[in-house]
Antibody, heavy 121, light 108 residues
């Protein structure tokens, strides 16, 4: 079955760079019909899309965060990595990765359980 | 930029029908997807492409989309349906997903 699992630090300091890894199983990152997205959710707030990457390595980023985000993938390891520079305390949130089914209509059909990242000194 | 507007909260009596709306300019021309998120859990896709249910989602969940409003309808509401619900479209300007602000459903 399809699963996604996020991993990374639980605590980062302000101005540091956050690096998160999404490890997928049950599908291949070379699947032309799928991609992987990152989404975050501050406590008690709404979902916010951050970035995604497709099998052909095409990438897209949130307009407001584009200068600080980098997404990449290692197909052989079934991993997608997101880096976000210059972290701020207001970016304390649960960070999710999810499979993007772009072929059938650009929806997120499978999600990881999320990882809570706290930004604090 | 495109925006999706959802009511902050919706209440429904046990066993009755709940309707959660998602407003957007000419949203009827978009594919709208809906997610359910229970406290402490990841979102779960409940409706895709306006009115399609993924495998395992009860038939009580249905969707429609026309004009400036998409609607998620939950029939015979159960206590287990209490959750936050989010609509989502694809923003072609940013080539990314766009979420509504979320609606908290309370079953009375």
């Amino acid at each position: 079955q399809v699963t996604l699992r996020e991993s990374g630090p639980v605590l980062v300091k302000p101005t540091e760079t956050l690096t998160l890894t999404c490890t997928v199983s049950g599908f291949s990152l070379s699947n032309a019909k799928m991609g992987v997205s990152w989404i975050r959710q501050p406590p008690g707030k709404a979902l916010e899309w951050l970035a995604h990457i497709f099998s052909n390595d095409e990438k897209s980023y949130s307009t407001s965060l584009k200068s600080r985000l980098t997404i990449s993938k290692d197909t052989s390891k079934s991993q997608v990595v997101l880096t976000m520079t210059n972290m701020d305390p207001v970016e304390t949130a649960t960070y999710y990765c999810a499979r993007l089914n772009w072929f059938s209509g650009n929806y997120l059909d499978y999600w990881g359980q999320g990882t809570l990242v706290t930004v604090s000194s | 930029s495109y925006e999706l507007t959802q009511p902050l909260s919706v209440s429904v009596a046990l066993g009755q029908t709940a309707r959660i709306t998602c407003g957007g300019n000419n949203i009827g021309s978009e594919n709208v997807h809906w997610y359910q998120q229970k406290p402490g859990q990841a979102p779960v896709l409940v409706i895709y492409r306006n009115s399609n249910r993924p495998s395992g989602i009860p038939e009580r969940f249905s969707g429609s989309n026309s004009g400036n409003t998409a609607t998620l309808t939950i029939s015979r509401a159960q206590a287990g349906d209490e959750a936050d619900y989010y609509c989502q479209v694809w923003d072609s300007n940013t080539a990314g997903a766009l979420f509504g602000g979320g609606t908290k459903l309370t079953v009375l």
